[in-house]
């Protein structure tokens, strides 16, 4: 494809966020969006997510984004007419600690508030759900039965098809290297195939963000941080489906993936902002460590393989959703952590209204690019399981 040379929007970056506004803004009628994706559309670190989908956040924000989500994801065949692999498989949250337990309460007491299944068990209720349980050391578990899981590459490749179809234009294999600025407004962008005159530009460069912030003179505290997954020979010893389990002390998640186990040891480590992520197999150790403490008949599985990705973390672990401040013209969706996949229909839907009617119909304050600057942030207890 040739790249256009003007554009009424574009968006930086054709992850599972980036598709998803420009497939919203091009169904609200914006013509000419244009996304520009440095690689393939969905081979950033969308194609490392584990498509976990949960109600289980701490703020009202989060919880209706993913209420908004979720319905998406249950109607998605009709929408997009592409079977996204969406299952109810739950996720179980373990708990060996009651403080740990005081800090789940008053999530649960807020996400049955919102209208959302989730329920406090004892270890032998969370036995029963995954038989293959240790649980003698835990106190309580928390189980949210409608949470679930979908494919991040199909559901990303149906933004895209829609967003082409709605006249978007996604331009793969081309980098944006400049924003381009007269007295604080943007006005194009430039990039390794030529400049592009736009008035609007979204930053939905995932673990990247940050350095595309900074070719607008920003800093923004996105900072990605790598995170592994391992997989089993198959192994049907641990029949499946079983839930999304997290031990919250360890970190440590599995699931089943056909077959397989996928285990991850929830680990958080800052790697630098490089866009290769190499694998450390030295985390097998550790995984395994913490797999076989929670499920000791992993002890006969084999790992077969595994990947790493960076997670674009914030401060606070809340997304970064605004108008940057003082460039007129650039709008920042990044900063998704462990939820940009299954936030995203939420991301693109609020997205493009706010870009089309001047406002977003929900309050997104707690995403405003804004607050760490004015001390504005909070910190919430994520219990972040992906
Ligand atoms: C191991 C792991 C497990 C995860 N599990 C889950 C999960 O279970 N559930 C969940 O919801 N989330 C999960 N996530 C998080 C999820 O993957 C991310 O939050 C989400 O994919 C972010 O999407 P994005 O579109 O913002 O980023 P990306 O997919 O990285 O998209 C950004 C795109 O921007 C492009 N780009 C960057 N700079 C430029 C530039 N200058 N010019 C042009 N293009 C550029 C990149 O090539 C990239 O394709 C997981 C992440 C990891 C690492």
Redesign the pocket.
């Known amino acids: 494809m040739d790249l256009p040379r003007t554009a009424s929007a574009v968006v930086?970056?054709?992850?599972?966020?980036?598709c998803s506004i420009a497939y919203h803004l091009a169904r609200r009628g914006v013509r000419d969006v244009l996304v520009?994706?440095?690689?393939a559309v969905?081979?950033?670190?969308?194609s490392?997510?584990?498509?976990?989908?949960r109600v289980q956040f701490a703020t009202e924000t989060e919880i209706r984004f993913s209420l908004e989500s979720i319905a998406v994801f249950a109607r998605f065949r009709e929408e997009f007419d592409v079977d996204p692999g969406y299952t109810r498989i739950g996720y179980l949250y373990l708990l060996a600690e009651e403080r740990q337990l005081r800090a789940f309460e008053p999530r649960v007491a807020l996400q049955t508030k919102l209208g959302c299944d989730v329920r406090v068990l004892g270890p032998d209720d969370a036995r029963k759900l995954v038989p293959a349980l240790r649980v003698d050391d835990l106190c309580a578990a928390v189980w949210g039965p409608s949470d679930g899981m979908a494919g991040?590459t199909e559901v990303t490749n149906a933004f895209a098809r829609r967003a082409r179809e709605c006249g978007a234009r996604i331009a793969e294999g081309?980098?944006?290297?400049a924003l381009v600025l007269e007295r604080g407004r943007l006005t194009g962008v430039r990039t390794s195939q030529g400049d592009v005159l736009t008035p609007l530009a979204v930053n939905?460069?995932?673990?990247?963000a940050a350095?595309?912030g900074r070719l607008a003179g920003l800093e923004l505290p996105v900072l990605p941080r790598r995170?592994?997954?391992f997989f089993t020979e198959p192994f049907p010893e641990i029949p499946g489906p079983v839930p999304l389990t997290s031990d919250v002390s360890s970190g440590f998640y599995f699931r089943k993936e056909l077959e397989q186990v996928l285990l991850?040891p929830g680990d958080v480590e800052d790697i630098g902002e490089d866009t290769r992520v190499p694998m450390d197999w030295g985390k097998v150790e550790e995984t395994v460590q913490k797999a076989v403490h929670r499920l000791p008949i992993l002890e006969q599985a084999r790992i077969a393989g595994g990947w790493?990705?960076?997670?674009?973390l914030t401060p606070d672990d809340h997304a970064i959703i605004g108008w940057a401040p003082g460039v007129e013209g650039f709008f920042l969706a990044?900063g998704?952590?462990?939820?940009?996949?299954?936030?995203s229909p939420a991301t693109g839907h609020h997205v493009a209204e706010w870009l089309t009617a001047g406002r977003p119909s929900l309050d997104l304050s707690l995403f405003d690019p804004g607050r760490f600057r004015t001390g504005a942030a909070v910190h919430h207890d994520a219990a972040d399981a992906?």
């Open positions: 930086i970056g054709g992850g599972v966020v980036g520009v994706e440095r690689d969905g081979a950033g670190t969308t490392k997510a584990a498509g976990g989908i991040p081309v980098e944006v290297t939905a460069a995932g673990p990247a350095r595309v995170r592994h997954i991850s790493a990705g960076l997670r674009p990044v998704f952590g462990g939820h940009g996949f299954q936030h992906e």
